[in-house]
């Protein structure tokens, strides 16, 4: 099974703000550990192993632009050249370099590496960052992404991992009718139930809500739209970061709309429920994924209530078709 989105996309691997000025920084894209620093306004990434005994250099330390190995002490500039070997008076600066690069940007609060070198793109950023105020929360899940984006948009595991927070667990269930449609960068689901939530949040927050859309963008974003009668209330944008093939780091981005203070407050009141929830999902797909990795064998069985698996996987190659789906779930 094809774990991971397609390379041809910028992916975000870190906040910005997470990278410090004097300290390099580790972090890992689909296996491939790599090392983050700053020398002035500028951001490098580089493969993060010295190539002389293998050390990650992402434990070394910044001397003047140049990131210096834990070991012996040899230097690299951000082109991945070697600058300098410590106690070699005959050392001359060769052209080449020693380390692998790789294309790095900064946009939206977050950095963004592609292995393919696209830089001809900017990232895709879903639309809802124009103009809202978010809140950011990151998490890690020990599980690959495809079965992460189809936990996240899937109803029918609500009842059983989320009992009481986000539907109860009872034999009576009411209608939801569900579309699914492409975009221009994957596909779309979109919920209208014939009654509210069950669930404790449904409750506390949602009385309003009268529509639910799950989106997947083709680079493994996830979006999560609730409206109410005068439009969107509330809106989730989760980067999957794949960093290797069982294990998935979560930048999760919490969107409140209009300008009123109460908004703000629900979302901040909304945090305990959504955390407990993550929890849950983490647990759920951890063990899912150590199932996984005993059986390589497993084929997963796709039901006509699976609604978003196959989508999720044609998104992840780039393969997006006009659609339009309709299916009849219990809620
Ligand atoms: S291992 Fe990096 S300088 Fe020797
Ligand atoms: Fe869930």
């Given amino acids: 099974m094809n774990t991971y989105p397609s390379q041809d996309h910028w992916f975000p691997v870190t906040q910005v703000r997470k990278l410090k000025k004097n300290k390099p920084l580790a972090v890992a894209y689909y296996g491939q550990s790599v090392v983050l620093f700053r020398d002035g306004n500028k951001i490098h990434a580089l493969k993060d192993q010295c190539p002389h005994r293998g050390v990650p250099l992402s434990t070394g330390c910044l001397k003047q632009g140049a990131l210096e190995c834990p070991y012996h002490g040899w230097t690299f500039n951000g082109q991945g050249q070697l600058t300098s070997i410590p106690g070699d008076p005959h050392f001359r600066a060769p052209k080449h370099a020693f380390i692998d690069t790789y294309a790095v940007c900064e946009a939206h609060g977050l950095i963004w590496l592609s292995l393919n070198q696209v830089k001809h793109n900017p990232p895709f950023i879903p639309q809802v960052h ?25 109803a029918l595991h609500t009842h059983t991992v989320h009992t009481g927070i986000i539907r109860n667990n009872s034999p009576k269930r009411h209608a939801c009718h569900a579309t699914i449609t492409h975009h221009a960068n994957g596909y779309q689901a979109e919920y209208i139930e014939e009654k509210k939530q069950t669930g404790l949040v449904s409750r506390l927050f949602g009385s309003h809500i009268i529509k639910g859309i799950g989106r997947i963008h083709a680079s493994g974003i996830l979006e999560l739209e609730y409206y109410s009668k005068k439009g969107i209330a509330l809106s989730v944008v989760i980067y999957l970061v794949p960093e290797t093939d069982k294990k998935t780091k979560l930048i999760v981005r919490t969107y409140a709309f209009g300008h009123h203070y109460l908004n703000y407050l629900k979302m901040w009141a909304m945090f305990p429920f959504q955390y407990i929830a993550f929890i849950q999902d983490k647990r759920i ?32 190659q780039n393969d997006i078709q006009p659609t339009h789906r309709e299916k009849q779930l219990l809620l």
């Fill in 130 to 154: 124009a103009s809202h105020i978010y809140s950011t929360q990151t998490g890690i899940i020990e599980a690959n992404c495809v079965d992460i984006a189809e936990n996240f948009l899937d």
């Fill in 285 to 316: 797909l951890e063990t899912q994924q150590n199932a996984l990795n005993n059986n390589a064998d497993f084929k997963p069985m796709i039901t006509g209530t699976d609604l978003m698996r196959p989508y999720i996987i044609k998104a992840f």
